[in-house]
């Protein structure tokens, strides 16, 4: 009798463990699923759009073969560079300072609440306020502003991923670092940063990622352009923006064109993104956990 | 040459939590001294105090003298400069897990700005040979990770890496209790060695090992210190009566 009631509730316990694991295996696939069939359709939208011309020339009349939107991909790197020297700095050392300065104060619970508020901010709204903010005093639209919008949209997710991956690294490397005699803030730097870096890394990929594909904020600042231009005091173009613009147009060989650049976005982010990882791990040593 | 230490009317709190209470200890230059005691009795605060670790803490507070040789290390120098001076060695190995082992033990210096390579690989070879771990690592210090080695060598690592700043006094926080056997062995050996160039301050929940290692012993219990004296002394005929419950086993 005895016996039997094990089997049944080894049988159980078996059958219990083949539906979990099934479950999450199609939770994986449901997730995965959107992924693949997104870039399954615009290869098939348009790999047949890209050719050279699509990455050396501009924007060409209605009509004109050979257009491409090679102003655009230069245009959104640039807002992008612009975007990643204010937000990654910005948004490191706020990290820095929630886990390693600030612990437990009012500041940096303030700090906290107001970077998980911005985080929550529509991106229309962010390109109003930096309309507000730079292009109204400066009196033109501009690749800076356009940087400066989406910076600010990178600092809230680089701060609080920073701060996780901070308090992450365990006390006693800390307290290894000072009981050497070596001061806090070089500890800080030297010590807790590095130890947390993968972490911190992935962070800002993931901000950056995040607004690379933004359309909303430049509108309002970056503006768009349909000529070259290397000038961040100047309107610029960006890729979104690009796709946004030609998406909409009533020529199909415009809508072509979009599809084309949709796809150019996603490799480009993939290929930023997996170059930062190559270079950062590089130099990681065998048997680091 | 290793320094003596005199503690003097030492208090200290976690909090509202009186941790310590009036600790006067004359630690002997260039000897062991072990410090027993049941968990949670403050012997690891103690240490803590003798390096300014202890107030790293937001919430601790410390008050009375700490003399290391000529120094009153509260009142005439900052924890950083002290803890040059006064080595630890933690509980847990604590390596630093983005770093070789060879920069694991140049770390200390490395950190404070020193930078001559030459002396730096002297230094190094040196700390891991004192820390018996050269024949070891030799061959990978810099290809391999701190982390990657084995939690006995490990700790010996982080001895070396103590080491390797030259300081006069090495605490150590129960450095044997999360090894095994061989590993604690060989700690214990280590001690035996380092203890005629250092002075060693050593916690531990082993008597056995307080009775290898160390010369003198001090046994705390609930934030005192109840006796101090020869380690032959508190093992064989203490004057204490709750030292002797405690060395026979009756508690703790």
């Given at each position: 009798m005895k016996q039997n009631q094990s089997k049944a509730r080894k049988r159980l316990r078996a059958s219990t463990d083949i539906a979990v694991t099934v479950l999450a295996v199609i939770a994986t696939v449901i997730v995965v699923a959107p992924l693949i069939a997104i870039f399954v359709y615009l290869i098939y939208m348009g790999a047949s759009s890209l050719n050279l011309a699509f990455f050396i020339h501009g924007p060409k009349p209605i009509g004109e073969d050979g257009g491409g939107m090679a102003n655009s991909i230069v245009g959104s790197a640039m807002i992008l560079g612009i975007a990643s020297c204010i937000g990654v700095p910005i948004g490191i050392g706020g990290g820095v300072y929630l886990a390693e300065f600030g612990r437990g104060t009012r500041i940096a619970n303030a700090i906290r609440f107001t970077a998980d508020v911005l985080n929550g901010v529509p991106s229309i709204v962010m390109g109003v306020a930096v309309y507000a903010l730079v292009v109204v005093p400066t009196g033109t639209f501009s690749a800076f502003a356009g940087g400066v919008a989406l910076g600010i949209m990178m600092i809230p997710t680089i701060t609080r991923t920073s701060e996780e991956m901070l308090l992450m690294v365990p006390n006693a490397v800390r307290e290894a670092a000072l009981g050497l005699g070596v001061p806090n803030w070089r500890s800080v730097l030297s010590i807790t940063i590095k130890t947390a870096s993968p972490g911190i890394i992935t962070g800002c990929m993931l901000a950056f990622a995040r607004v690379a594909g933004e359309t909303a904020p430049l509108?309002?600042?970056?503006?768009?352009?349909e000529n070259w231009s290397l000038d961040p005091h100047r309107p610029i173009d960006a890729l979104p923006l690009r796709i946004y613009n030609y998406a909409g147009s009533a020529y199909v060989e415009l809508n072509r064109l979009a599809w084309a650049g949709a796809l150019v976005l996603i490799v480009l982010i993939v290929l930023a993104v997996s170059l930062v990882r190559y270079v950062t791990s590089r130099g990681i040593l065998k048997g680091a956990s | 040459m290793g320094v003596g230490i005199e503690v003097t009317n030492l208090n200290a709190w976690y909090g509202a939590n009186h941790?310590?209470?009036d600790i006067n200890l004359p630690i002997p230059a260039n000897h062991a001294t072990a410090l027993i005691g049941p968990s949670g009795c403050g012997k690891s605060t103690f240490v803590r105090c003798l390096n300014r670790?202890?107030?790293?803490?937001?919430i601790a507070k410390v008050t009375g003298s700490v003399r290391v040789g000529e120094i009153d290390i509260y009142a005439d120098s900052s924890p950083v400069e002290i803890r040059r001076r006064i080595g630890m060695v933690f509980q847990r190995p604590n390596?630093?897990?983005?770093?070789s082992i060879y920069d694991n033990v140049a770390s200390g210096l490395k950190l404070n700005g020193y930078s001559n390579r030459k002396a730096l690989d002297e230094i190094v070879e040196r700390s891991l040979r004192d820390a018996a771990l050269w024949d070891e690592v030799k061959d990978d210090l810099r290809k391999k990770s701190g982390a990657s080695l084995s939690g006995g060598q490990q700790q010996r690592m982080c001895i070396a890496r103590a080491l390797a700043v030259d300081p006069e006094v090495l605490l150590m926080d129960e450095p044997a209790s999360a090894l095994d056997p061989v590993s604690t062995s060989k700690i214990e050996d280590l001690i035996f060695q380092l203890k005629t160039q250092y002075t060693i301050v050593i916690v531990t929940h082993n008597m056995q090992q307080a009775a290898r290692v160390a010369e003198k012993t001090g046994f705390f219990l609930n934030g005192r210190m109840v006796e101090f004296d020869s380690t032959h002394k508190i093992f064989?005929?203490?004057?204490d009566k709750r030292t002797e419950d405690y060395i026979t086993g009756r508690f703790g």
């Open positions: 509108i309002f600042t970056a503006l768009g352009n | 941790t310590l209470q670790m202890h107030e790293t803490n937001p390596p630093f897990p983005t770093m064989t005929n203490p004057s």
